[in-house]
């Protein structure tokens, strides 16, 4: 039981090594979302992310986002400090990866 | 003659090369108005337009279809008690576990979601003849046993507004198992819906939600009333008495409807700080009520057949309970301190349940009569405390978390349908501690590595609200778990 146990334990953990998951994480965007975001947008994340599809998300997010932060600035005066402070560059994939999964096409329910 | 063929035949090479040049002339022309129609066709085709058109086909066939989700984990679990005055016990299990997710939006203001789930151990479809419980509705999907699917989650939600008040209502089978907090050791983003300290068991009912954060202005203010029923009073389809079939689904006056009536409470969640908290009432809780014994099996002794004889029950209701908590969530410590606490989570929870015992006589399994819920006649309270941290792992994307929880004499948790082998932590009268490891290998894939330890103080954690959930002693009473220990690799698909 506990050799099992260890084999296992030492091939995941070879694994864990190798991976290359440093990927952005919706989740963790949704929970910027509502840190940072709500209060400014005057919108649950659903219903924010829901407003282009997501050809739409990917080119405004495009390069460090440009697009999306003069359109949201503009849109959303609330949002400009934060959006243009070094916390959301350093957040942004994780923001762009939420928007695209709950975006007007992805097809995703949100969970209320 | 040379001198007049000549003439005559420059003559006529000339007049046909003006000929061509003017057939020429006149197909460029043409060719050029045809150009300049396609030029004014293509001009007024607005690609926006189109575009527009693509993704309104594309969110709508999305929105039209039932969604399906899948989680797959494959997990060993080595578990292993010490008992009072009996042998150690140990065992290593191979399990699957499917959950499929079902999810549907075909209008605006209504959502499907749903969940159908199998939980097996390797090679084993007759699990169910080992114990007249593993069959049980709380925990269906939460506890390995044989192959057959059954349903977790089924509940459609129905929102709207009234006034600056977001509202839904909804039915069906709940979303109330690894609900907030619990959602942390089991690797899930998202919480399901109840406080996963006192609360995680699978039931049907209904709830009502009410956001107050654009009310109050206070971030994340919400209500939610749940309606459950845990055990409903009814015989089935052609049940039987002693002379003959009884009407189908008639009242089965052995078993109670037990019935649950709560109501959650978010006071505030920015994102960074989450407080919940939650108070249920519920009625007619079942303790078993042996009134006999059946014989199970036989065996050769050597000169004879020996019978074993197991004991014949039904369940009673023995009186009713409430319970509360509440629970703070931080995630990420501090603002901008360090990329480690900006990354990391804390929590905090506080539980209590009390009993309110009736007077109905029950069989116990010693052949005596009693009455009382949790070994007692009169009403007991019981408390739980929990707590636990998240934090980056070595490699980015990793996460290691740390949890300890301590419940009280009398504590009773509603925590059936909690994943793990050895019974539920969060249940437990005395300590309980779990580290767990959490490495993504790719994307859609997972590994975690966990181990639980809990050193019980008394018997009859997480069983029912009768005699077999009385609270003794485990130095003091011959065979009861003083330890149990619960280790557990698994690799998770989820997509």
Same mark, same amino acid.
């Given at each position: ?22 990927? &952005?994480?919706?989740?963790? $965007?949704?929970?910027?979302? #509502? /840190?940072?975001? !709500?209060?400014?947008?005057? *919108?649950?994340?659903? %219903? ?24 949201? &600035?503009?849109?959303?005066? $609330?949002?400009?400090?934060? #959006? /243009?402070?070094? !916390?959301?560059?350093?957040? *942004?994939?994780?923001? %762009? ?16 | ?495």
């Amino acid at each position: 039981m506990k050799k099992v146990l260890g084999l296992l334990i030492s091939v995941f953990l070879v694994l864990g090594m190798m991976s290359t998951s440093a990927l &952005a994480d919706s989740a963790k $965007g949704q929970k910027y979302y #509502l /840190k940072y975001m !709500k209060d400014g947008s005057g *919108m649950n994340g659903a %219903k924010f992310a829901t407003q282009h599809t997501q050809t739409e998300w990917k080119a405004l997010f495009d390069g460090k986002a440009e697009k999306f932060v003069a359109e949201y &600035a503009t849109k959303y005066p $609330g949002l400009e400090t934060f #959006l /243009k402070s070094d !916390k959301f560059e350093k957040f *942004m994939p994780d923001i %762009k990866d939420f928007c695209m999964e709950f975006a007007s096409d992805s097809g995703n329910v949100p969970s209320c | 003659m040379k001198k007049f063929i000549v003439p005559l035949l420059i003559g006529a090479v000339l007049s046909s090369g003006y000929a061509a040049d003017d057939s020429l002339k006149q197909e460029i022309e043409a060719l050029k108005v045809q150009m300049a129609e396609l030029k004014n066709a293509q001009s007024k085709i607005n690609i926006d337009a189109l575009k527009a058109q693509v993704s309104e086909i594309k969110a709508h066939d999305a929105g039209d279809n039932i969604k399906w989700t899948v989680d797959f984990r494959t997990a060993y679990d080595a578990v292993s008690y010490k008992l009072n005055n009996a042998p150690d016990q140990d065992n290593g299990i191979w399990t699957n576990k499917l959950i499929l997710g079902m999810a549907a939006q075909p209008s605006d203001n209504l959502i499907f979601r749903g969940a159908l789930g199998v939980y097996k151990s390797f090679g084993q479809d007759n699990i169910s003849q080992t114990s007249s419980f593993q069959d049980f509705d709380w925990y269906g999907t939460q506890k390995p046993g044989d192959s057959t699917i059954k349903l977790r989650e089924a509940y459609f939600l129905y929102f709207g507004d009234i006034g600056d008040v977001h509202y839904s209502a909804s039915f069906g089978r709940r979303p109330s198992v690894d609900g907030f907090l619990e959602n942390l050791r089991v690797g899930n983003a998202d919480p399901a819906s109840p406080i996963g300290h006192n609360i995680n068991m699978e039931f049907d009912g209904a709830s009502f939600k009410f956001d107050l954060d654009k009310v109050t202005g206070v971030s994340g203010m919400y209500f939610k009333i749940c309606l459950g029923r845990g055990f409903s009073d009814t015989t089935g389809a052609y049940s039987m008495n002693s002379t003959g079939f009884n009407p189908g689904y008639i009242e089965d006056s052995n078993n109670p409807d037990m019935d649950l009536a709560g109501l959650i409470f978010q006071a505030y969640d920015n994102g960074q700080y989450k407080i919940m908290a939650n108070y249920f009432q519920g009625w007619n809780m079942m303790g078993l009520n042996v009134f006999g014994q059946k014989a199970a099996y036989q065996y050769w002794n050597g000169s004879g057949w020996t019978t074993v004889n197991v004991p014949a029950f039904n369940f009673m209701d023995v009186g009713d309970m409430t319970g509360g908590a509440l629970s703070l969530q931080v995630t990420g410590i501090g603002d901008g301190m360090s990329d480690f606490l900006d990354d990391s989570i804390f929590f905090l929870s506080y539980a209590f349940s009390k009993t309110d015992p009736n007077k109905n006589y029950f069989g116990t399994m010693s052949g005596s009569t009693d009455y009382g819920m949790l070994g007692s006649h009169e009403s007991e309270t019981g408390s739980s405390i929990y707590t636990g941290v998240q934090v980056p792992g070595i490699m980015k994307g990793q996460r290691l978390g740390l949890e300890y929880n301590h419940g009280s004499k009398y504590w009773r948790s509603f925590t059936y349908g909690e994943d793990t082998l050895v019974g539920s932590k969060l249940a437990a009268r005395g300590d309980a501690y779990e580290l767990y490891y959490i490495l993504p290998i790719l994307k859609n894939l997972t590994a975690q590595f966990s181990y639980i330890y809990i050193d019980y103080d008394y018997t009859g954690s997480d069983m029912f609200f009768g005699q077999t959930g009385t609270p003794m002693d485990v130095d003091k009473t011959a065979g009861a778990v003083k330890t149990a220990q619960n280790a557990r690799a698994s690799l998770r698909y989820r997509y």
